[in-house]
């Protein structure tokens, strides 16, 4: 059977009666917006990820857009993130008119490099132009960033500390959940995530009551003590009790697939040649929502995966410093070296739970190959 690079296909295969009655019952009752299901999930997902709040939205940006809202990030903040995320990461500070300011990243585990961290904040304070505010890690391809240590630097300066956990839902850091690091963590039920719906979706975590108050809020139109006082400015930013359903179903055998995505990158590691993983520091666990390489050769090495019918994809081929709508604004070529070379050799492998131990050999066997030559 071909191999795929993430099988949702399968896991709906197993879970179909299960999803069926979800939708079913949601259906039947006829609450779709902020129905039983959205309570149940983010009473069931704030006590798994450890925290004492769970609001849920509409999609892992509005999850990182609703935070920087609640604590009024504005034109002339500056907020300090990764050059080395998805977009959306950046694009919600530029879309309040906050600045990002890059930081680049440790060039093992690919995230935020904490020591570059504190020279990026007493820049912009030197500057003066701009006022430090807040800092949103990214946990990318499900491992946790040196939450520690950012939040050391964060305590320093009185910054805000968002954990974009949209990738590492399943991550463990030092004992402690992603989406319970930070002040307050976003994530996304986008259907590729570890944890995804059939649609779009997104998850805040905080212990922060009077945030927790704010968001809800700002998810319902800025909606005061009843639902015609408005207070301030917010969002339509509601989940769907269909796409909660859907997630209640998946949260019951979370912890099973988190375990088997374990044993393939267990595998992978023993079996890889020729290319370098994602390092995973000791106490660290990682959500795997990609398995991601390094290769000096990574083109010749994803057309022979290619030419075997194995799907490999790169994520990131471009910081976002380099991305046409941050250019100039945020930084220009050579600015983040790190980020930038290993965009140019990192490629991610298929994964998820069901891959087997003879197909995570043959992948390995092929990248171990030398390439055929030209016919
Ligand atoms: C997917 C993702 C988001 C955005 O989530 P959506 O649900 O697609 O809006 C934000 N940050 C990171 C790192 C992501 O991978």
């Known amino acids: ?19 069926r009655r979800g939708i079913d019952a949601v259906l039947a009752h006829g609450r779709y917006i902020m129905g039983p299901e959205v309570a149940e999930l ?53 879309l309040l008119g906050a600045t990002p300011i ?30 430090p505010r807040a800092i949103i890690p990214v946990d990318l391809f499900g491992l946790p960033a040196d939450d520690d240590a950012i939040m050391a630097v964060a305590a320093r300066d009185d910054l805000l500390v968002i954990e974009d956990a949209a990738q ?3 991550g463990v850091y030092q004992g402690r959940r992603c989406g319970s690091l930070g002040h307050v963590a976003s994530t996304s039920f ?28 700002i998810r319902e139109h800025g909606q005061g003590s009843d639902r015609y006082d408005n207070v301030r400015l917010g969002l339509n930013g509601r989940l769907d009790s269909i796409q909660a359903a859907v997630l209640l179903a998946k949260l019951a055998v979370f912890e099973q697939e988190l375990s088997e995505r374990q044993r393939v990158a267990d595998l992978y590691a023993a079996a890889l040649r020729g290319v370098t993983p994602q390092t995973i520091p000791a106490g660290y666990r990682s959500g795997w ?14 057309a022979k995966l290619k030419q075997a019918d194995i799907p490999s994809v790169i994520y ?47 992948i390995a066997e092929i990248i171990a190959t030398k390439a055929s030559p030209p016919s």
Request: proline share 8%; charged share 20%; with cysteine.
């Open 1 to 19: 059977m071909a191999i795929s690079f993430m099988d949702l296909k399968t896991q709906y295969q197993r879970l179909e009666p299960e999803i």
């Open 42 to 94: 983010e009473r069931r997902l704030a006590e798994w990820v450890g925290v004492k709040h769970a609001v849920s939205c509409a999609s892992g940006t509005d999850a990182l857009l609703m935070p920087l809202m609640a604590h009024g990030i504005q034109p002339g903040d500056a907020v300090f993130t990764t050059p080395f995320s998805f977009i959306a990461t950046a694009e919600v500070v530029a």
């Open 102 to 131: 890059f930081v680049d990243i440790d060039p093992e585990t690919f995230n935020m490099d904490p020591a570059k961290l504190t020279p990026a904040v007493a820049a912009v304070k030197r500057e003066g132009r701009l006022r």
């Open 168 to 170: 590492s839902i399943g």
């Open 190 to 217: 986008y259907p590729a995530k570890p944890l995804g719906a059939y649609g779009d979706g997104g998850m805040i975590f905080t212990d922060d009551d009077d945030l927790n108050a704010t968001l809800t809020s």
């Open 289 to 302: 929502a990609l398995y991601s390489v390094l290769s000096d050769q990574r083109e010749p090495v994803m």
């Open 316 to 362: 990131y081929r471009k910081p976002l410093h380099l991305q046409p709508v941050f250019r100039h604004m945020c930084g220009k070529e050579g600015d983040f070296p790190v980020a930038e070379s290993v965009a140019q050799r990192i490629f991610s492998l298929p994964m998820h739970p069901f891959l087997t131990e003879t197909d995570i050999q043959r």
